[in-house]
């Protein structure tokens, strides 16, 4: 199995891509121990601070030494440098707000998972033109679950995960399963500022295994 689809079906097989970023480097470590004490084993950090790559490092160590099943993806990728700095730290994917070619064309040379957001079926078809299999439907709440079913039949060879606006109801999650996604991306609706300010990790777990459950039941019926 390669590494895009080893990363590909961690996604899949949890329904949830988990993305968050805090400055404070133990509030980084032990969100991560949660997320993955909840079952999680594929987790997006988002590159949007000084702090980021340190943050990172940090991250891939803890990983290596107690959580060896987890794969650990860096999002808000917008340029080439970020892309190259991330992947020598041991980035396992890679997410970006919008496509960027040379990005693109540096991590599929590489065999690493690249998933840029679009919005629009142009960008759709550029991103898989360039090899890309796993599309990231950014801003989510601007597209809603709508615009996936008008669309799905379009690119029956793609992955497809909203991001931004989705919340933690089943109504919520089942709407964008039923319109044919194969998993969500979750940010501050999970992993929120004031859980983080309140150091309170046993909510973001116990919130977590209740999404994933959720998820399992929404793939069961």
């Known amino acids: 199995m390669t590494k895009i689809q080893l990363v590909t079906n961690a996604i899949i097989n949890q329904g949830i891509l988990p993305l968050y970023y805090n400055a404070d480097e133990t509030v980084t470590l032990d969100i991560l121990k949660a997320l993955y004490k909840a079952g999680i084993r594929a987790v997006e950090y988002t590159s949007r601070g000084e702090f980021a790559l340190s943050n990172f490092t940090k991250m891939v ?75 990231k439907l950014f801003p989510g709440n601007a597209m809603g679950a709508g615009f996936m079913s008008a669309i799905k039949d379009v690119f029956p060879n793609l992955k497809f995960m909203p991001t931004g606006g989705v919340d933690t109801t089943k109504e919520s999650i089942e709407s964008w399963f039923k319109a044919g996604v194969s998993a969500v991306g979750m940010g ?10 309140a150091k309170d990790y046993a909510t973001i777990e116990n919130e977590t295994i209740r999404v994933l459950e959720i998820i399992k039941s929404i793939k069961a019926s």
Do not use: W
């Open 61 to 135: 160590a803890l990983r290596n030494t107690e959580m060896p099943e987890m794969l650990l993806g860096i999002g808000t990728i917008k340029n080439l440098k970020q892309a190259e700095d991330y992947e020598k730290a041991g980035a396992d994917f890679f997410i970006s707000p919008g496509f960027v070619q040379e990005v693109a064309e540096f991590l599929i040379s590489k065999h690493l998972l690249y998933s840029p957001g679009c919005m629009t079926p142009t960008e759709i078809i550029t991103a898989e033109a360039a090899g890309v299999t796993f599309i």
């Open 188 to 197: 501050s609706k999970l992993v929120s500022k004031e859980l983080m300010a």
